[in-house]
């Protein structure tokens, strides 16, 4: 497979770029961040995007939808990250549309015209602890009548707070992780919001005996590898929008700083390392593309390209906002700068769905290690 995108993908490209730089810059999340916004979203923007059709990417055709895969996801979410969009895209429009495909005729008319409309946000309830352990998940779903009954909590929900319908992660007895559609609003949910580090919102969720009819259960463990596939390399395009727009903002930077006469970007040594993040980037970009191409293939090789991805794109972007850092000097250490939100986008998406150790270390056991 050719490691660019064809003349469709870059048309989404363009479309998703210059709205989002219009409309929701970098400035947009700072504003909903200084006016004690309690939500961490905009809806009117929400809607706006639902409009464009965007949302409606990964959700099939006879559904409302457009019917494309991550690829076409993913350059979405390279421009949300370039200019830290606060948006639910990533929960709702990739990982929630991935685990409803497998949804009764009934919950998929309820929730994807909403969906892809702007007028539903969606999200995954998965981790538990402070890490991403899947294999360790305690949550149950325990059968009640035709039924289940969930026991168990969620931590770092994205929007939790706010959200429409729940996708949780639990296991059952008898047929290992599964996925479940839960109203947040009823009986046995309760839900406590926290701010992180990006001033994002995410949730912990209690689920105390939550009675769901069997049509609730929308997937099991296939449908949870194809849900988490979704979300990581979802995450790995964002984290590279974020590595893109902080390497721009520092660029410029260096073209216009001077010290002894003349602009900082002409330094030998910090030419140097501009080029050495470059290269990075660069193949951390390649290995999130040939992900997202052998998901939307079908291939098997593509849990091993998932995990590549994930950890590239954490690594590369961890090293492109300290650079960024370091180079603006002691402005970029302050908070009235924008480059330092970058970092803490960063420091999110890097735990969201596994870290580079979690994933090296996924990938070292997929090949007999």
Same mark, same amino acid.
């Given at each position: 497979?050719?490691?660019? #995108?064809?003349?469709?993908? *870059?048309?989404?490209?363009?479309?998703?770029?210059? %709205?989002?730089?219009?409309?929701?810059?970098?400035?947009?999340?700072?504003?909903?961040?200084?006016?004690?916004?309690?939500?961490?979203?905009?809806?009117?923007?929400?809607?706006?995007?639902?409009?464009?059709?965007?949302?409606?990417?990964?959700?099939?055709?006879?559904?409302?939808?457009?019917?494309?895969?991550?690829?076409?996801?993913?350059?979405?979410?390279?421009?949300?990250? /370039?200019?830290?969009?606060?948006?639910? %895209?990533?929960?709702?429009?990739?990982?929630?549309?991935?685990?409803?495909?497998?949804?009764?005729?009934?919950?998929?008319?309820?929730?994807?015209?909403?969906? !892809?409309?702007?007028?539903?946000?969606?999200?995954?309830?998965?981790?538990?602890?402070?890490?991403?352990?899947?294999?360790?998940?305690?949550?149950?779903?325990? /059968?009640?009548?035709?039924?289940?009954?969930?026991? +168990?909590?969620?931590?770092?929900? *994205?929007?939790?707070?706010?959200?429409?319908?729940?996708?949780? !992660?639990?296991?059952?007895?008898?047929? +290992?992780?599964?996925? %479940?559609?839960?109203?947040?609003?009823?009986?046995? !949910?309760?839900?406590?919001?926290?701010?992180?580090?990006?001033?994002?919102?995410?949730?912990?969720?209690?689920?105390?005996?939550?009675?769901?009819?069997?049509?609730?259960?929308?997937?099991?463990?296939?449908?949870?590898?194809?849900?988490? *596939?979704?979300?990581?390399?979802?995450?790995?395009?964002?984290?590279?929008?974020?590595?893109? +727009?902080?390497?721009?903002?520092?660029?410029? @930077?260096?073209?216009?700083?001077?010290?002894? +006469?003349?602009?900082?970007?002409?330094?030998?040594?910090?030419?140097?390392?501009?080029?050495?993040?470059?290269?990075?980037?660069?193949?951390?970009?390649?290995?999130?593309?040939?992900?997202?191409? #052998?998901?939307?293939?079908?291939?098997? /090789?593509?849990?091993?390209?998932?995990?590549?991805?994930?950890?590239?794109?954490?690594?590369?972007?961890?090293?492109?906002?300290?650079?960024?850092?370091?180079?603006?000097?002691?402005?970029?250490?302050?908070?009235?700068?924008?480059?330092?939100?970058?970092?803490?986008?960063? /420091?999110?998406?890097?735990?969201?769905?596994?870290?580079?150790? %979690?994933?090296?270390?996924?990938?070292?056991?997929?090949?007999? @290690?």
């Amino acid at each position: 497979m050719p490691l660019y #995108l064809t003349d469709e993908q *870059a048309m989404v490209a363009d479309t998703a770029r210059g %709205f989002l730089a219009d409309n929701a810059p970098v400035a947009h999340a700072r504003a909903l961040r200084d006016a004690g916004d309690s939500a961490g979203l905009s809806r009117p923007l929400w809607r706006q995007l639902g409009e464009l059709g965007l949302n409606g990417i990964m959700i099939p055709e006879a559904d409302g939808g457009l019917g494309l895969g991550h690829v076409e996801a993913g350059v979405v979410l390279e421009e949300i990250g /370039r200019n830290l969009t606060p948006s639910p %895209f990533l929960q709702t429009a990739v990982a929630g549309a991935t685990a409803l495909r497998g949804a009764a005729p009934e919950l998929r008319e309820r929730w994807f015209p909403r969906m !892809v409309a702007g007028e539903a946000v969606v999200s995954l309830a998965l981790d538990e602890g402070a890490r991403h352990r899947p294999d360790a998940i305690a949550c149950r779903a325990e /059968r009640s009548g035709n039924g289940f009954r969930l026991t +168990g909590a969620k931590r770092f929900v *994205a929007h939790g707070h706010v959200v429409d319908l729940l996708i949780v !992660v639990a296991r059952v007895d008898d047929a +290992g992780l599964a996925l %479940f559609a839960v109203d947040p609003g009823q009986p046995g !949910v309760t839900r406590a919001a926290e701010r992180l580090v990006d001033s994002s919102f995410a949730a912990t969720i209690a689920l105390d005996g939550v009675e769901v009819d069997g049509d609730a259960m929308v997937g099991g463990a296939d449908a949870v590898g194809a849900t988490l *596939a979704a979300v990581r390399t979802g995450a790995a395009a964002e984290l590279n929008g974020v590595a893109a +727009g902080a390497t721009a903002m520092t660029l410029d @930077y260096l073209r216009t700083r001077k010290q002894f +006469g003349q602009e900082i970007g002409r330094f030998q040594a910090l030419q140097h390392r501009a080029a050495h993040l470059h290269s990075e980037l660069t193949a951390a970009r390649a290995a999130t593309l040939k992900a997202q191409q #052998l998901l939307d293939a079908g291939d098997a /090789r593509a849990e091993r390209a998932v995990a590549v991805a994930k950890a590239a794109a954490t690594l590369a972007t961890t090293l492109a906002v300290q650079e960024a850092v370091q180079m603006h000097g002691g402005i970029g250490m302050t908070d009235e700068h924008d480059i330092g939100l970058f970092m803490k986008r960063a /420091r999110v998406l890097a735990e969201l769905g596994g870290d580079a150790d %979690f994933h090296a270390d996924a990938l070292a056991r997929l090949s007999g @290690y």
